[in-house]
C-alpha cells in the first residue's frame, strides 16, 4: 500500500491470488459435498455443529450465526438434514423453547467422510493458500507495523433470504 487506503498493483495481485487459492478449495469441497449427496450449505451446517467451541450451544441462532444466514434458511436447512436423519432436534434443558441441534451417527459419518476429504486436499492446497497469504500481508505490511488496520466496508444489510 502506497498511502493509507491506497493500493498498488501488488495489493491486487495478492488479493486476487488470495481468494484464488481460498475459491480453489471451496470449490472443490463444494464438489466432495454434492458427490456426497449434500448441498455445499448442508455440509457446512454439519461441520459447524460438530466443530462449535466447548460450551458453545448448537442452537439455531448460533447455527445461523455461524452460517451468515438468516434464522428462517437455518430453520430451512436443518429441516432438510432432519428428514434425511442428518441432523435430530432436542429441547433446551434450561430453556425448553430453546432447539439444540446435534449430528445423528448417519450424519457424523458423512461429515466424517467429507472431513478426511477436506483435510486431505487441505494438506495438498495449504502450501499455496499460505503463500498467497504471506503475500498479501507483505504487500500490506506498512499499515499493520504502525499499528493501523484497513477500514472495513460499511456492512451492507441481508436481503430477505440472502444467504
Known amino acids: 500500500m502506497t498511502r493509507d ?9 495478492a488479493l486476487a491470488e488470495f ?12 464438489h466432495a459435498a454434492r458427490e456426497a449427496g449434500l448441498e455445499p450449505q448442508q455440509h457446512q451446517l454439519l461441520l459447524t455443529i460438530k466443530g462449535l ?16 444466514i438468516q434464522h428462517h434458511s437455518a430453520v430451512e436447512l436443518i ?8 441432523v435430530t432436534r432436542k429441547r433446551g434443558s434450561e430453556d425448553r423453547r430453546e432447539v439444540i441441534v446435534q ?5 457424523e459419518k458423512v461429515l466424517r467422510d ?8 487441505l494438506h495438498e492446497a495449504g502450501p499455496q493458500l499460505i503463500q498467497s497469504l504471506k503475500k498479501l500481508f507483505a504487500a500490506s505490511a506498512k499499515p499493520f ?4 488496520t484497513a477500514k ?10 440472502a444467504e
Do not use: M
Open 103 to 107: 449430528l445423528s451417527s448417519r450424519g
Open 152 to 161: 472495513k466496508p460499511a456492512a451492507r444489510k441481508k436481503s430477505v433470504g
Open 79 to 86: 429441516d432438510r438434514l432432519s428428514e434425511r436423519g442428518l
Open 5 to 13: 487506503g491506497e493500493l498498488n498493483n501488488i495489493d491486487y495481485c
Open 145 to 148: 507495523a504502525n499499528g493501523k
Open 19 to 30: 481468494r484464488y487459492q481460498i475459491r480453489k478449495f471451496l470449490r472443490l469441497g463444494e
Open 53 to 68: 467451541p466447548e460450551n458453545t450451544k448448537a442452537n439455531i441462532g448460533e447455527l445461523a450465526e455461524r452460517l451468515q
Open 114 to 121: 467429507l472431513a478426511v476429504f477436506h483435510r486431505d486436499e
